[in-house]
């Protein structure tokens, strides 16, 4: 019992360190048997409601070391409060070093995870809820060994209240 209790404590303890005060939204979406087909569409809602602060705003994926691309193309859709279009971009995201196929992000095992930054210093024009959209747009269907793909949506530094 004395052996849970202090399991559980720890656990606690390391979940408050992770907390960020920066953090307004962070999901990801796991991708089925890891093969990400172009008809999957992970889409995430986020809450707005301080138009005032500036956020950055990034994509969250995962992908094993067997991925046989150094890039992956991703399209974001976003879509405003009013249900109006605010973005559709394509943007090309690294996996690897093209050259020497050595994997970026942060690796444990055969897993790596992506932190990829698309809108810096970004100011939500209305207060509400926006709904981010992710596809894949490479040339193969499905896409294999991506595990998940998300988005963390961030105050910037100078905006958190300390």
């Not at 956020?55 to 890039?71: A, D, I």
Request: proline fraction near 4%; charged fraction near 25%; hydrophobic fraction near 35%.
């Amino acid at each position: 019992m004395k052996v849970f209790r202090l399991i559980a404590l720890l656990g606690l303890f390391v979940f408050t360190l992770g907390c960020d005060d920066r953090v307004v939204y962070k999901a990801h979406e796991d991708i089925k048997d890891g093969l990400w087909y172009i008809k999957n569409n992970p889409e995430f809602n986020v809450e707005i409601e301080d138009t005032i602060s500036r956020y950055n705003v990034y994509y969250l994926f995962r992908n094993t070391l067997q991925y046989p691309y150094y890039n992956l193309y991703i399209t974001r859709k976003v879509t405003g409060p009013d249900g109006k279009k605010i973005s559709n971009a394509l943007e090309q995201l690294f996996v690897s070093n093209e050259v020497t196929g050595k994997p970026y992000g942060n690796g444990l095992g055969d897993l790596f995870d992506h932190k990829i930054l698309f809108l810096k210093n970004y100011s939500f024009p209305k207060s509400g809820v926006y709904n981010f959209k992710l596809s894949q747009s490479m040339r193969q269907n499905p896409l294999p060994f991506i595990m998940s793909v998300g988005i963390s949506v961030e105050k910037v530094e100078t905006d958190v209240k300390k």
